[in-house]
């Protein structure tokens, strides 16, 4: 079946730009993530939802980025005024249940810069 | 609070020879232990996992790994390794009552021909 899928792959902005990262998780899974790679280090988890509640922004290192799933399927992570520091992969992860124990499969991941 | 040490940010081995890569977490009860794989341009990989029971566990691609609580450690091998296992591997920890994973670093794998 399909996996988890992210689009762009990649992306160019300019400082001050807003960005749209949009992760399509597979179907039926009750909660999505977003983690932040920055190069070189492991994934940071970034936010979490179950179906379309936003349960925890903990990650969210400003108020300059915003996530969304407001139908519980498709999440959209915006960064708005970009800056350098926000170049990274970013990666988003669905599993079907809640809790840890939930294996959480993740998409490719967008790849963006800030120039 | 949780954290994830993979020590060797760099490890090269043969084509055939074996593989072990080290994972220590820092939690006080048992923690939900993964490793995941992940190649150039694609997503992170599930290779296994850990919860409860035998220590020993297997995973895909003839992977295991081993849980030592009396180390804290989750260490990853292969009895022999391909070239295709050429990759980044990360360690992740979880705990019972939360959802979200701590990563390590990661060690990036290079298999010699």
């Known amino acids: 079946g399909a996996g988890v899928s992210q689009s762009p792959r990649y992306k160019v902005a300019k400082r001050g730009q807003d960005v749209a990262l949009r992760c399509d998780p597979i179907?039926?899974?009750?909660?999505l993530f977003w983690y932040q790679q920055a190069l070189g280090q492991g994934p940071e988890f970034l936010t979490y939802?179950?179906?379309?509640?936003?349960?925890?922004k903990s990650g969210l290192p400003s108020d300059r980025f915003f996530a969304e799933r407001p139908e519980g399927s498709v999440s959209t992570l915006k960064i708005q005024r970009t800056q350098q520091e926000d170049s990274a992969v970013y990666l988003c992860?669905?599993?079907f249940g809640t809790g840890a124990q939930e294996t959480q499969y993740f998409g490719p991941g967008t790849r963006l810069l800030v120039l | 609070a949780q954290s994830v040490t993979q020590p060797d940010i760099h490890i090269t081995v043969s084509e055939g020879a074996s593989l072990e890569l080290r994972c220590n977490y820092s939690?006080?009860?048992?923690?939900?232990l993964f490793w995941y794989v992940q190649s150039p341009g694609q997503g992170l990989q599930l290779l296994l996992k850990?919860?409860?029971?035998?220590?020993l566990v297997q995973g895909i691609k003839g992977f295991e790994a081993e849980f030592k609580r009396s180390q804290s450690s989750f260490n990853l091998r292969k009895p022999s390794v391909h070239w295709s296992d050429a990759a980044e591997y990360f360690c992740?920890?979880?705990?019972?009552?939360?959802?979200?994973?701590?990563f390590g670093t990661g060690t990036r794998l290079k298999v010699l021909a």
């Open positions: 939690y006080g009860a048992t923690p939900y």
């Open positions: 992860a669905s599993s």
């Open positions: 992740a920890v979880a705990t019972s009552g939360t959802y979200k994973y701590i």
């Open positions: 850990y919860f409860s029971g035998d220590t």
């Open positions: 179907s039926g899974h009750v909660s």
């Open positions: 939802f179950q179906n379309e509640a936003q349960l925890d």
